[in-house]
């Protein structure tokens, strides 16, 4: 008959008795004892380890939930804190949620360039935001107007005007303005995928880390998920399937395009910019500043002159503290 010690599950004092217990049995030479003290003491052994095992899960446990809590908790305040900043802006004043400014061009994304370039064009109160670049919709940029946030830089385009009530197209007559917006498109949706497929995936960032002040852990880290992440983004869209000469080749169609449109025009929309000159700009911008000493920078100045003209002539009138607005090294 098994003692009470030894039916004491998870008990360290039944494990030291049962010892005992094999110690004696053995000096005596009971076998039959033997083989059913052993059996106590595995059980109890297992029972043990079970034990420890729970409580270790346990404990494990209640250290994610609290970790997890309190990341919620710090987010959630952080959250909290932004919101009231940014609706501290002041009523009508547009908060633009934008990358870091880089060296030679004050935005990475052509698409920031596009919202800023408008606000400055209509006239429209803003502020940068270089904390929270990423929106609602995952994109940047995206604005906050009014307690409210808005993605994607054909709907904030869409907002302000109608919220501004602000025409930069009024000297187009219809034909022209739809003209201009085919030629939006070609740059939005075309000539962008080009530059950042080359930029991102096939020169794997290192043109372009050349005009950014990255820190260097962003340097080292920012190839690395970009170049996937494009890579899969690019293939997804379908552009990623052509060779590297094929996407040169098709930026420089593009390229050549918008330069025969543009002619001898000081801007796309006439003697004035408009709002496709805002797309436009933010995309030529890429190759003109961002993508130093390469091929593609030479599309905007060696193979179509005129669009480097028109880059500088837009940055004179619209960017006169273009340099103060740059972050060097």
């Known amino acids: 008959?098994?003692?009470?010690?030894?039916?004491?599950?998870?008990?360290?004092?039944?494990?030291s008795s049962a010892l005992s217990l094999v110690v004696?049995?053995?000096t005596v030479g009971h076998t039959r004892v033997f083989q059913r003290a052993h059996c106590v003491i595995i059980n109890m052994m297992q029972d043990i380890v079970r034990s420890w095992w729970s409580r270790s899960l346990v404990g494990v446990a209640v250290v994610v939930v609290l970790y997890v809590g309190r990341r919620k908790i710090m987010k959630l305040r952080k959250k909290r804190r932004q919101r009231k900043e940014w609706d501290s802006v002041g009523h009508n004043v547009v908060l633009l949620h934008q990358f870091q400014r880089g060296k030679f061009c004050?935005?990475?994304?052509?698409?920031?360039?596009k919202v800023e370039t408008f606000l400055r064009l209509a006239g429209i109160e803003y502020?940068?935001?270089?904390d929270s670049p990423f929106g609602p919709k995952g994109k940047c940029p995206w604005v906050t107007l009014n307690g409210e946030d808005l993605?994607?830089?054909?709907?904030?385009?869409?907002?302000?005007v109608s919220e501004f009530d602000v025409n930069l197209?009024?000297?187009l007559d219809p034909q022209k303005a739809a003209a201009l917006e085919a030629v939006r498109v070609l740059a939005d949706e075309h000539l962008f995928w080009c530059v950042i497929t080359w930029r991102y995936w096939l020169d794997g960032c290192k043109t372009f880390l050349k005009s950014q002040s990255f820190s260097p852990f962003l340097r080292c880290a920012f190839p690395l998920f970009m170049k996937k992440g494009m890579k899969e983004r690019a293939r997804h869209h379908g552009i990623g399937?052509?060779?590297p000469e094929e996407i040169f080749h098709m930026c420089k169609k593009a390229c050549r395009t918008l330069s025969l449109v543009l002619g001898e025009a000081p801007f796309f929309g006439g003697e004035r910019p408009s709002t496709a000159d805002c797309a436009i700009f933010g995309q030529l911008a890429q190759l003109k500043w961002n993508a130093p000493g390469s091929p593609y920078e030479g599309l905007v100045t060696g193979v179509c002159p005129n669009l480097s003209e028109y880059c500088d002539r837009m940055k004179d009138k619209i960017y006169p503290?273009?340099?103060?607005?740059?972050?060097p090294e």
């Open 1 to 15: 008959m098994i003692p009470k010690c030894l039916r004491a599950r998870g008990s360290v004092r039944a494990l």
């Open 24 to 26: 004696t049995v053995v």
């Open 106 to 113: 004050p935005n990475l994304g052509p698409f920031a360039l």
């Open 127 to 130: 502020k940068v935001d270089t």
């Open 151 to 160: 993605g994607d830089s054909e709907f904030i385009l869409e907002r302000l």
């Open 169 to 171: 197209d009024s000297h």
């Open 241 to 243: 399937k052509h060779s």
């Open 321 to 327: 503290d273009w340099n103060l607005l740059l972050k």
